[in-house]
């Protein structure tokens, strides 16, 4: 079982940046994949990064590409998101979500979810 917990959303201005952190519970983080989800209102959950086990691979979504970034730190059992040159289109909730396999980029793939952190994008 995994547990997830994602930090860092807020209000930014476009062009600002913000850092989101997901922190998994349990010993076995270092052996997932772990993505990073958005979902803005009325619109379906979509993919936006994904990282392998070790960090050596890394897959992001074409409107992300570029201006974010995911990150991990086995150590501390978190997985990073940097968002640089934000865009009011960025606004949504963000989800972190945990699944052995890599890659696969469909949320009904994954097996594990955090809750959300909301991020907010002003023009």
């Known amino acids: 079982q995994v547990q997830l917990v994602e930090s860092g959303g807020g209000l930014v201005q476009a062009g600002g940046s913000l850092r989101l952190s997901c922190a998994a519970s349990?010993?076995?983080?270092?052996?997932?994949?772990m993505n990073w989800f958005r979902q803005a209102p009325g619109k379906e959950r979509e993919f936006v990064a994904a990282?392998?086990?070790?960090?050596?691979?890394?897959t992001y979504a074409d409107s992300v590409k570029g201006r974010f970034t995911i990150s991990r730190d086995n150590a501390k059992n978190t997985v990073y998101l940097q968002m640089s040159s934000l865009k009011p289109e960025d606004t949504a909730a963000y989800y972190c979500?945990?699944?052995?396999?890599?890659?696969?980029?469909?949320?009904?793939?994954?097996?594990?979810w955090g809750k959300g952190t909301l991020v907010t994008v002003s023009s």
């Open positions: 979500a945990a699944r052995t396999i890599y890659p696969v980029f469909r949320p009904d793939d994954m097996r594990y």
């Open positions: 990282i392998n086990w070790s960090g050596g691979s890394t």
């Open positions: 349990g010993r076995t983080f270092s052996t997932y994949a």
